[in-house]
């Protein structure tokens, strides 16, 4: 059990029969009355953002997130297949549950599958991948425009904005969190 005294960013806790991790808090405590916590919580599961206030008295349940290190094995249609390096037992998961998270991840490479409980909730792609461009118009001699990009399609199937310079068959290194183009490989 956690107070709400005692919240840090961060922080999951079980509320509602849902699952929701602190973004930011506030101990206020005004001229009048008693002490306060206003606390922004977003649903894990769903990515709403809920502001509420506790006493900083009331304790709420802490959630244990388990993080396993799982290899993404193929798409089965609408299932997802990934396999725990460590044992070896594969698990499926539907579209719904994976979302866009593999949008730039290839089969074999390895994913972060959190769950709580045994249900997992989402999938972590690694932070950086490199990626081969598979279909992009043609950079032109003397496109040197600054900050001007082109739509660049990648081996997985989703489009990236590379700058001018990037060519069909180049391999480029991309940031899963936002989706932008860092750097040639």
Same mark, same amino acid.
């Given at each position: ?6 919240f ?6 079980e ?9 930011? =808090? ?23 953002v ?9 304790k ?10 799982y ?7 609408d ?24 949008k730039?991840?290839?089969?074999n ?6 769950s709580?409980?045994?249900e997992? =909730? ?5 932070? =950086? ?5 598979t ?14 990009t ?8 989703a ?5 001018? =310079? ?20």
């Amino acid at each position: 059990m956690v107070q709400a005294g005692d919240f840090k960013n961060g922080l999951t806790v079980e509320m509602d029969n849902n699952i929701y991790t602190i973004i930011e =808090f506030q101990h206020v405590k005004p001229g009048k009355g008693s002490p306060f916590v206003r606390a922004k919580l977003k649903n894990i599961k769903s990515g709403g953002v809920v502001e509420k206030t506790f006493r900083p008295t009331e304790k709420l349940p802490q959630a244990h997130i388990e993080r396993a290190d799982y290899q993404y094995l193929y798409n089965d249609g609408d299932l997802y297949n990934f396999m725990d390096v460590n044992t070896y037992d594969q698990i499926a998961l539907n579209a719904d549950n994976v979302g866009d998270s593999l949008k730039f991840v290839k089969e074999n490479e390895m994913v972060k599958l959190c769950s709580h409980k045994g249900e997992v =909730f989402a999938i972590e792609p690694p932070l =950086f991948v490199e990626l081969v461009v598979t279909e992009t118009e043609p950079g032109v001699k003397g496109d040197t425009a600054t900050g001007a990009t082109k739509p660049a399609t990648v081996e997985t199937g989703a489009t990236v904005y590379v700058p001018l =310079f990037v060519n069909q068959d180049d391999v480029i290194k991309i940031d899963t969190r936002t989706g932008e183009y860092l750097s040639r490989v």
